[in-house]
């Protein structure tokens, strides 16, 4: 891992650190846009080159890991950049060496916390695999699909907290209610698509199987999320039980909901495949 952490901080800091020093507008956002992408596409690429070399599925396993982690952390770096962005103002107009040297710390920082972040999430998963498969699929799927939502909604909090007393409550409402949609949208793009990336090359069988379990489980996904809203969209408009069924809901319990629906689909589309594949 260590090997891994200098070729990450050797392509990361120095276009960083030239953005920094430079510290105009365009250049920090230049500066900001590369790391977070080069910090985002260089690990992944380098680790699937190296499974591609050795067969071994621990670096494809860190590669799959750092699709999901570094956007996450990036959530929280984003949150601690604007708590602190009067403070860095100031450091800058105190001492520019200081700021700049400040920056390269919390980029280093930043790039090994994410490096032990994978590490951990790939031992966990090196773990489940030997558990049951179910609760391997149920917990991986589960864990790709809802660590960025999850992030998002935790780094919103403050953020929240802090507009409390300079926002109307109604234009509150109004900006929650659209920020949780477009959570929703990401997590139901980022379910299916490990749904189809992960889950179906995750499966045991014939190909024909894979597919059916993979699309079963997909399908049961979407009727347990939007399912409710249908059924309550006939009770009466006063009804108080229409705000239990709006799917938006469920981002406010990230990880029990990413828990139930991801274990409930998984474990319906086994016992569909069951019937209609069975003996095979």
């Not at 919390?106 to 090994?112: K, L, P, Q, R, T």
């Not at 209610?177 to 189809?196: E, R, T």
């Not at 006063?238 to 809901?249: G, W």
């Amino acid at each position: 891992m260590i090997r891994d952490l200098s070729w990450y901080l050797i392509l990361l800091c120095p276009v960083s650190a030239v953005g920094i020093l430079w510290h105009t507008v365009a250049a920090l956002q230049v500066a900001l846009l590369v790391f977070i992408g080069i910090g985002w596409i260089v690990p992944i690429v380098y680790q699937l080159f190296r499974f591609r070399q050795r067969g071994e599925d621990y670096y494809r396993s860190r590669a799959v890991a750092h699709v999901v982690i570094w956007p996450s952390l990036i959530v929280f770096l984003t949150l601690f950049c604007w708590c602190l962005l009067n403070g860095w103002q100031a450091l800058y107009q105190d001492s520019y060496i200081l700021f700049v040297l400040a920056a390269l710390v919390c980029m280093i920082s930043f790039v090994i916390l994410s490096a032990f972040a994978v590490e951990g999430a790939v031992w966990c998963y090196r773990y489940l695999k030997g558990k049951s498969d179910f609760i391997q699929y149920w917990l991986t799927t589960a864990f790709l699909s809802g660590v960025i939502p999850f992030s998002v909604i935790v780094a919103l909090l403050p953020v929240m907290w802090y507009q409390m007393n300079m926002m109307a409550p109604f234009m509150l409402i109004f900006f929650l209610a659209a920020v949780l949609k477009q959570i929703f949208v990401i997590k139901l793009v980022l379910v299916m698509g490990f749904f189809a990336f992960y889950f179906y090359f995750a499966l045991t069988g014939v190909r024909k199987k894979r597919f059916v379990q993979t699309v079963v489980s997909a399908l049961f996904y979407v009727a347990l999320v939007f399912l409710p809203s249908v059924i309550f969209h006939y009770l009466p408009v006063d009804s108080p039980f229409l705000m239990v069924a709006d799917p938006l809901l469920l981002l406010t319990v990230p990880v029990l909901s990413d828990l139930c629906l991801c274990g409930l689909s998984i474990y319906g589309g086994e016992k569909v495949v069951a019937v209609f594949f069975d003996g095979e």
